[in-house]
């Protein structure tokens, strides 16, 4: 049996913006607690004409990753080969690529026929898309069947694997913790002066990118009974709308409770994040679909509960009645009582000492725990 000493990582670190990005420079300092780690990132992630904004942010250098090789062009078929030559140049035991989107299936194929010999462990971070599109399932499955093993972080994406390739190795962890963004340690009273919330309001939380999957919508249409039976109520939206913003600000209107929400629309850099998730009481995420999300994992970083519905993994995240609540998709009215319930009845230190119990689940070390005995089955196989 090969021992494991030399990996492969391949995929975005800083300074590429997102939570897959933060991911995988988190996994890379974990592994390299004791491997040897390539890192092998993006010169170009997606094309201008695919995603017209920004794509970095140069701004948080804490997530910066020494020695990374910005390497692959995600669009252009004659650097993959050169790509791939660079990886074997290094002898990996074993290279780790980061999967969420059929976008790069081309760019993935083209790089691991030329890794043939060397072990594939792809990290599925959605093994579908969220937002479904022809031949997504087609370009999934040809370039997952190259794997080696898949690691996967919801039972939703594991049965999804099974589906398209039922005998692939596959071992299923929880999403970790991102524990990174409590830069400055503030407190809640810090958080609250900088966001300008009074020390008595009653706080929840949307956070990250604003799609119909979501489900903002329905925390909106949830906030008139939510203010109805809790004093002095605040939601903060805070994410990117893509332009989209004007059915959200409608359905705000009509909700009769229009100065309950504050809004910032936009992406929000890594070191304005911190604010949010401390100033608040509640993050809550009512997604209609979901595998799993970085955001319960980011609130789950500041101790803070969440709620989220009965979808995906997040049942698996988010322990009921203990780090929070799961109410069912679609529902104002089963969320609405949800929040009304954490305020009446005090929940908030239980739940967050909760959440602390919880961390060991949710760590790094247990990430690399699973993929070390992954890589030992397939090596014993």
């Known amino acids: 049996m090969a021992d494991l000493r030399r990996i492969a990582v391949l995929g975005p670190v800083y300074p590429f913006k997102g939570g897959i990005s933060h991911y995988t420079g988190l996994l890379i300092r974990a592994l390299r607690k004791k491997y040897e780690v390539s890192v092998y990132s993006w010169s170009m992630q997606y094309p201008k004409l695919l995603f017209k904004k ?11 990753i020494e020695g990374t090789d910005y390497l692959v062009n995600t669009a252009n078929p004659f650097n993959w080969g050169k790509a791939a030559k660079k990886i074997r140049a290094g002898k990996p035991d074993l290279c780790i690529v980061q999967w969420w989107h059929p976008y790069f299936a081309p760019c993935y194929r083209g790089l691991l026929r030329r890794l043939k010999g060397i072990p594939v462990a792809f990290i599925c971070h959605n093994v579908l898309p969220h937002e479904r599109f022809p031949l997504d399932v087609s370009l999934t499955k040809g370039t997952l069947k190259r794997a080696a093993f898949c690691i996967v972080h919801s039972s939703g ?16 962890n929880l999403h970790p913790t991102y ?3 409590r830069m400055k340690g503030m407190s809640r009273e810090e958080a609250r002066n900088t966001l300008k919330i009074a020390e008595d309001e009653k706080v929840l939380l949307f956070f990250g990118l604003v799609r119909a999957y979501k489900g903002l919508q329905v925390l909106i249409r949830a906030a008139s009974k939510c203010a109805a039976e809790t004093e002095k109520l605040r939601i903060c939206i805070v994410g990117d709308f893509g332009g989209k913003r004007e059915e959200y600000d409608r359905l705000i209107e009509e909700s009769g409770v229009k100065d309950c929400f504050t809004i910032r629309d936009g992406y929000v850099p890594d070191t304005e994040v911190e604010p949010y998730f401390a100033a608040a009481d509640l993050c809550v995420c009512p997604y ?16 803070l509960p969440v709620i989220a519905t009965n979808v995906g993994g997040l049942p698996e995240a988010v322990t009921d009645g203990s780090t929070g609540y799961i109410v069912p998709p679609e529902d104002p009215e089963a969320l609405a009582d949800a929040v009304i319930r954490y305020f009446k009845e005090g929940k908030e230190e239980s739940f967050r000492a909760a959440v602390a119990q ?16 992954k890589y030992k089955e397939i090596q014993t196989d």
């Not at 994406?157 to 299923?172: G, H, N, V």
């Not at 799993?292 to 994992?297: A, E, K, P, R």
């Open 157 to 172: 994406d594991e049965e999804d694997l099974k589906r398209l390739l039922p005998a692939m190795p596959c071992r299923r």
């Open 179 to 181: 524990n990174v963004f």
């Open 358 to 373: 919880e961390q060991e689940r949710f760590s790094w070390d247990r990430m690399v725990e699973a993929i070390e005995e």
């Open 54 to 64: 920004e794509q970095r942010d140069y701004e948080n250098k804490s997530f910066e």
């Open 288 to 303: 209609l679909s979901a595998t799993q999300s970085g955001i319960v994992q980011i609130a789950f970083g500041f101790g």
